[in-house]
């Protein structure tokens, strides 16, 4: 039996070779005894387990899951083996409330923030002022966040979303198109890289940002760090985006981060993953 499952979504079943072989290839490149499997597939009925309708019995010692299935995870963590990243990773980091509660409760400098469904507009204004956020609590990849900038387009967007299902949060002017995403994989910083948009208000790579070196100083790597432990997170990245004087206030983290713009800067990702894996395995 393997003792690595590297787990993606069956959309990577399609035009290989792809970012899901290219982590197989690294496992065992690194002497890791892995295989590659689809997380869509796994079911579980009657504590028994099915890949592909066909039962399973033979588990790894470790998995690493490219997504954020909580269900795929519970059926590991019932079993006690060991899933990168674990269901509470990811429900806190899923739910960017969560997160911003955790991060409040650490006393991280962050984006002001309200949860409410039944705040009325002024009173938005009066603590954020204008433009304000919108922003879908369990996004990911820059979907689902809008720019309000008066009472119109606040009462459209009420119209066809579960405002519970947000977060309100301030525009800040000073990180239009730009954050910082610093990449953390168990207790070490890997590195940081500045993330722009030179024609839109996301950063995002998957919303046409472009990636460049930045330089941490020693108080937003221990923070980070910290928020990752408060996660629990094995790899994870933490976002920021850049307020009055630059100073980096807290946006969200991510349990599935992309890492195609460090693998651009030079960071050898897959490898730093799989190092970080094999060093646990060690022990299981």
Not at 2 to 19: R, V
Not at 143 to 152: G, L, P
Not at 158 to 186: H, M
Not at 268 to 278: A, E
Request: aromatic share 12%.
């Amino acid at each position: 039996m393997e003792d690595l499952w590297i787990l993606y979504s069956i959309s990577f079943k399609e035009d290989m070779p792809n970012s899901a072989t290219r982590m197989l290839d690294e496992a065992i490149k690194n002497g890791i005894n892995a295989k590659l499997m689809f997380y869509d597939l796994f079911q579980e009925k009657d504590n028994k387990i099915y890949y592909d309708s066909k039962e399973i019995s033979d588990l790894p010692k470790l998995v690493l899951l490219r997504g954020n299935d909580i269900n795929v995870c519970e059926i590991f963590e019932k079993r006690g083996i060991k899933i990168i990243n674990s269901s509470y990773t990811i429900i806190n980091c899923c739910d960017k409330l969560k997160t911003h509660n955790i991060a409040n409760n650490l006393g991280i400098n962050q984006i002001k923030t309200i949860h409410s469904n039944i705040i009325k507009y002024d009173e938005i204004v009066d603590n954020l002022g204008l433009p304000f956020i919108l922003k879908y609590r369990f996004g990911k990849q820059g979907n689902n966040i809008y720019v309000i900038n008066n009472e119109k387009e606040y009462n459209d967007i009420l119209k066809t979303i579960n405002l519970d299902e947000y977060i309100i949060q301030e525009f800040i002017k000073t990180s239009y198109g730009k954050d910082v995403r610093v990449f953390i994989v168990g207790d070490k910083v890997i590195g940081a890289c500045e993330r722009k948009n030179e024609s839109g208000f996301m950063s995002n790579l998957a919303q046409g940002g472009l990636s460049y070196h930045f330089e941490l100083n020693d108080k937003i790597k221990e923070q980070s760090l910290r928020l990752s432990k408060e996660l629990k997170g094995d790899i994870i990245s933490v976002d920021y985006i850049f307020g009055d004087n630059n100073k980096l206030l807290f946006c969200e983290a991510n349990t599935n981060p992309g890492f195609a713009s460090f693998n651009y800067l030079g960071y050898p990702m897959r490898k730093i993953f799989m190092d970080y894996i094999k060093e646990l395995l060690r022990y299981i």
